[in-house]
């Protein structure tokens, strides 16, 4: 029941703080990011 084929790893949240925590989301604000592999749009069967 995954969207990309595996389970996260932590390497796969942590890529996506690091940029939150950079310069390069100076521009970001009140967003949810939704880093889950694809989960939150997979329906169970």
Do not use: K, N
Not at 1 to 23: K, Q, S, T
């Amino acid at each position: 029941m995954h969207a990309l084929g595996r389970v996260g790893d932590p390497e796969d949240v942590a890529g996506a703080i690091e940029w939150l925590l950079g310069p390069d989301s100076g521009w970001v604000t009140g967003q949810v990011l939704g880093i889950d592999g694809g989960l939150a749009s997979v329906r169970p069967r």
